[in-house]
């Protein structure tokens, strides 16, 4: 995981930061696997520890770490229910998740006692019915803000945000609020890291998992690829390849 310097066809890393791929493995398959899947496993069973039976909320369960969670989610045993459009309702139970349709549905008022853990992303109203749709002793596990970010909230925002979440959470009655960083849970736990990706290659080597690759795109058409990536709806990773002729090039060879 590179953090920054991907979009390149070369990239020069110390080796105690490259995991192994396995032989056979689909190589946009690995890549579209590092962040939102090791994201995933992570927020499963170094954040939230999740046990078997427990009831579990995914925000976002249409992107692509919500199906990461719910696909691991399912292999942990968990029950589990994934906010989305109403149009995406056939994936989430596709990956095992009870779609909830976050535009008609009120997920606070779904499960009678509330959810075990909340996986949230979005930090729609400040996370506020995420706390709310928990039940005493639950937690939410929060990992990102996309709602304000879509509606280009300043740092500062994003920064008090946090900061009420975290009192919030503190006065929720016995609910817990995690906060997850991949690039901080790397630095502290480098070894996690290493063995979480590991496994998870091995887990895609013997296709137990199978990140959606929505399109395979040329370095030259990578200013659509994040114009796409921008405009959201997606089922799956646009993955940049540097090998692969652009639109434009292909047309060009096919009229030669």
């Known amino acids: ?35 939102s899947w090791t994201t995933a496993y992570q927020l499963l069973h170094r954040a939230a520890r999740v046990k078997r039976g427990q009831r579990v909320l995914v925000h976002g369960a249409a992107g692509a770490v919500g199906q990461a969670l719910l696909t691991l989610g399912r292999m942990a045993g968990l029950e589990l229910w994934g ?3 109403g149009d995406h309702a056939a994936l989430v139970r596709e990956l095992g998740g009870t779609p909830i349709d976050y535009q008609r549905e009120d997920f606070t008022k779904v499960v009678p006692g509330g959810f075990d853990v909340v996986f949230d992303g979005i930090g729609e109203d400040g996370c506020r019915r995420s706390l709310a749709a928990l039940k005493r002793g639950g937690m939410l596990c929060a990992y990102g803000y996309t709602a304000g970010v879509q509606a280009h909230h300043s740092l500062f925002s994003i920064l008090t945000w946090t900061a009420r979440l975290y009192v919030l959470g503190w006065l929720s009655g016995g609910r817990r609020v995690y906060f997850y960083s ?25 296709r137990a998992i199978q990140p959606r690759v929505a399109e395979r ?28 002729l652009s639109r434009h090039q292909r047309e060009r060879e096919l009229t030669v």
């Not at 890393?13 to 493995?25: F, K, N």
């Not at 790397?186 to 996690?192: C, F």
């Not at 795109?217 to 709806?233: C, D, K, N, P, T």
């Open 217 to 244: 795109i040329s370095f030259a058409e990578v200013a659509e690829a994040h114009r796409r990536l921008e405009a959201g709806g997606l089922e799956g990773k646009l993955v940049l390849c540097p090998d692969l």
């Open 182 to 206: 991949i690039n901080l849970m790397r630095a502290r736990h480098p070894a996690w890291f290493r063995e979480d990706l590991a496994r998870l290659f091995e887990m895609l080597a013997t």
């Open 1 to 35: 995981m590179t953090v920054v310097g991907s979009n390149a066809a070369y990239r020069t890393l110390r080796a105690g930061e490259a995991t192994r791929v396995p032989p056979g493995v689909d190589v946009a398959e690995a890549a579209a696997l590092i962040l």
């Open 83 to 85: 906010t989305a459009r």
